[in-house]
């Protein structure tokens, strides 16, 4: 029983460990830099792409997808649309799940810290707007705090702030996402953020498809295991 009970505790723990792995993020073929960006572009007779990729450090305790700025532009022929459909990303011949635009808003990710990696602030939000809720003390008096000078009371505050903050976050991301455009010869380059979900991401080389006009741009991107 006892054994029983240590193989599964170690198979829980292998779990835990695993889940919370750390990974570095190194993009192959960088064509430059902008203020801590990885930018990637490449180019072909009708088209230009680029990728720019914020994000050093994946995975830990926060989770985060992985955010890639994603831009196109057609040099000649017809009208094209441009979404996330366009995009195909794989690891270790693994498909990986580009989030949509609705999955990101109804999501609980935080891309506070990834915002301000691409140099996009979150706006702080206003503690005036956030209210607790009633407190319960305990009976007898035990917790014999003020109201306002309550431990619980400024947890409170605190989380309902973060949780807001984030949920601006997402908000701001999501505004800024990859969604349905034209790209036309007469027009500038046009693209979003896209968000790979993280569940899948291990050590290897993703790759990041990008197809206009059924062409595929390949860019890679090292994962590698933290130390």
């Known amino acids: 029983m006892k054994t029983s009970i240590k193989i599964v505790f170690l198979a829980l723990l292998a779990i835990l460990i695993s889940s919370c792995a750390s990974y570095n993020v190194a993009p192959e073929n960088i064509t430059r830099y902008d203020k801590g960006i990885d930018i990637l572009d490449a180019s072909k007779e009708d088209s230009k792409v680029q990728i720019e990729v914020s994000q050093h450090k994946l995975g830990g305790l926060s989770k985060s997808p992985l955010v890639i700025y994603v831009g196109a532009q057609i040099t000649s022929g017809k009208d ?64 014999a705090y003020s109201l306002f000078f309550s431990p ?58 990008v197809f206009i006009r059924e062409k595929p741009y390949i860019f890679k991107i090292n994962i590698t295991k933290s130390k």
Do not use: C, W
């Open 80 to 143: 094209i649309i441009f979404d996330i459909d366009n995009l195909q990303a794989t690891q270790n011949q693994n498909k990986l799940e580009i989030l949509t635009y609705d999955q990101i808003l109804h999501s609980s990710y935080d891309f506070t810290d990834i915002l301000q990696d691409f140099g996009i602030p979150t706006p702080p939000v206003n503690n005036t707007n956030i209210y607790a809720p009633m407190l319960y003390f305990g009976r007898g008096g035990f917790l």
């Open 152 to 209: 619980f009371f400024m947890d409170n505050i605190q989380n309902q702030q973060a949780i807001a903050e984030q949920a601006q976050a997402r908000k701001i991301l999501a505004t800024n996402y990859l969604r349905k455009s034209t790209l036309s010869v007469e027009g500038k380059a046009k693209g979003g953020f896209i968000a790979i979900k993280p569940n899948k991401i291990k050590t290897g080389v993703i790759e990041l498809k």
